[in-house]
T-cell receptor, first 117, second 112 residues
Framework: DVKVTQSSRYLVKRTGEKVFLECVQD?????MFWYRQDPGLGLRLIYFSYDVKMKEKGDIPEGYSVSREKKERFSLILESASTNQTSMYLC????????????????FGPGTRLTVL | KQEVTQIPAALSVPEGENLVLNCSFT??????LQWFRQDPGKGLTSLLLIQSSQREQTSGRLNASLDKSSGRSTLYIAASQPGDSATYLCAVASGGSYIPTFGRGTSLIVHP
């Protein structure tokens, strides 16, 4: 069975702390994604990666960085957490799909609810 | 830039009704379209994936159709049940990127 796991379901941090969110997939997928989800704003893409050590900015990368040292693991880093980064963070993975162009089905993790005080 | 709209934003129906959720997109040059389900506080679960060359996909009581020329997709749920209560999201992969663009979802409540 396909599985995407995230390191924490709930996390509470203080303003200014460095925060690491970990995501691991067991499907040997090339593509991995980090989204945040906020009421009224839907899912917004933060960063994505299409291969080990490769990363691309999404729509809202400011205040975040990522790391992909191994194919199965994609980490999201909040360098200095702020209250406006309180959100639900979702990780997803997929294979490249047809002709390496379109993605196949995205598989999502359970999410991490981050609160920054 | 692709924009995805889902109407209605919320829907409440009695158990047993057949219902239709709508998704529209602005750029018809798509690679695929996916429908997801999200339960409160949880991640997304893929329900159906329609490739660009396909017109519809079916899974159990769910049927999704795709009309690229009009920029629309519908998710049909037959004989709705309380367990179908969730938020349903539509995502479209298109343009120069394979990254899906998500709609904001339709929140569905099926009451007994």
């Amino acid at each position: 069975d396909v599985k995407v796991t995230q390191s924490s379901r709930y996390l509470v941090k203080r303003t200014g702390e460095k925060v690491f969110l970990e995501c691991v997939q067991d499907m040997d997928h090339e593509n991995m994604f980090w989204y945040r989800q906020d009421p009224g704003l839907g899912l917004r893409l933060i960063y994505f990666s299409y291969d080990v050590k490769m990363k691309e900015k999404g729509d809202i990368p400011e205040g975040y960085s990522v790391s992909r040292e191994k194919k199965e693991r994609f980490s999201l880093i909040l360098e200095s957490a702020s209250t406006n980064q309180t959100s639900m963070y979702l990780c997803a993975s997929s294979s490249p799909g047809l002709a390496g162009v379109s993605t196949d089905t995205q598989y999502f993790g359970p999410g991490t609810r981050l609160t920054v005080l | 830039k692709q924009e995805v709209t889902q109407i209605p934003a919320a829907l409440s129906v009695p158990e047993g009704e057949n219902l239709v959720l709508n998704c529209s997109f602005t750029d018809s040059a798509i690679y695929n379209l996916q429908w997801f389900r999200q339960d409160p506080g949880k991640g997304l679960t893929s329900l159906l994936l329609i490739q660009s060359s396909q017109r519809e996909q079916t899974s159990g009581r769910l049927n999704a159709s795709l009309d690229k020329s009009s920029g629309r997709s519908t998710l049909y749920i037959a004989a709705s049940q309380p367990g179908d209560s969730a938020t349903y999201l539509c995502a479209v992969a298109s343009g120069g990127s394979y990254i899906p663009t998500f709609g904001r979802g339709t929140s569905l409540i099926v009451h007994p």
